[in-house]
């Protein structure tokens, strides 16, 4: 499948990280979302905040960067310590500050309307920007943790052991070129839960699947309980996680939901 065409970004921390993005402009793609949008779109700004160890150039972002530009401009980047962005993870800490560059330069590109899809770590880099920093008009969060330091699951056990252990920050590193830094978060960052209830009056879209082999249900329920009105919770059965496991109608579906919820 052909993407959206797209523009090289380079991005700029306020502690100076290099973070490597790109600008996918609105595309009047054929059928429905070309007739529902129309002008508004050309005025809406999308950031994508991809999952741990994604990057904006995987083929399932692109995919659904490829989606998403149907209802609006898309900035998408790699967090810090992925892909071709510098510095090195702090898995959801410092990362806040890697969104927040990445919505300036969607202001700067003269969007008037913003809106933040986030996925999985993204997820919570989303609610914690949201709530602590602003400046969006909406927040999408999908599949996303509600609590730091869960390991009820063998994806998230594996995921402790490659952010603590020596062999498992090489291993990050070689396979899915990723930088994880070393030693543990002092202090310990809001929980997206505490964050969510910052949010408001900024409309909140909750999005899980109850396949999700990462984070059970009991996340996005308690995610959803913290946040204040306006707010929504989708449930959506078979729905594995994050990025990878996203049908293009599930996303088509996000896009109408900013658009409506910034028209």
Do not use: C
């Amino acid at each position: 499948m052909p993407y959206a065409p797209h523009f090289p970004v380079m991005l700029r921390t306020d502690d100076g990280v290099r973070l490597n993005a790109a600008h996918t402009p609105y595309a009047r793609l054929p059928g429905d979302r070309a007739r529902l949008h129309g002008v508004e779109a050309m005025n809406t700004g999308i950031v994508m905040a991809h999952g741990f160890t994604g990057s904006w150039r995987d083929r399932t972002a692109r995919r659904i960067v490829h989606v998403l530009s149907g209802y609006g401009g898309v900035i998408a980047f790699d967090f810090r310590g992925h892909g071709r962005s510098g510095g090195e993870t702090t898995v959801g800490d410092l990362e806040i500050l890697d969104l927040d560059a990445a919505v300036r330069h969607a202001r700067v590109a003269g969007y008037s309307k913003l809106a933040v899809v986030g996925f999985s770590m993204g997820a919570a880099v989303a609610v914690r920007h949201a709530g602590l920093r602003g400046g969006v008009d909406a927040v999408v969060a999908v599949s996303g943790p509600a609590r730091w330091y869960y390991r009820g699951t063998k994806p998230m056990r594996q995921v402790h052991w490659a952010i603590e252990r020596p062999f498992g920050r090489l291993a990050a590193r070689v396979v899915k070129r990723t930088r994880i830094a070393r030693g543990e978060w002092d202090p310990i960052p809001m929980p997206p839960h505490e964050a969510a209830a910052l949010i408001s009056p900024t409309p909140l879209l909750v999005v899980h699947g109850d396949a999700d082999a990462f984070f059970p249900l009991d996340h996005a329920h308690q995610l959803y309980a913290g946040a204040r009105e306006p707010k929504e919770l989708w449930i959506e059965p078979g729905y594995g996680h994050a990025e990878t496991a996203a049908p293009p109608e599930l996303i088509r579906r996000i896009g109408k939901w900013i658009s409506s919820n910034l028209s």
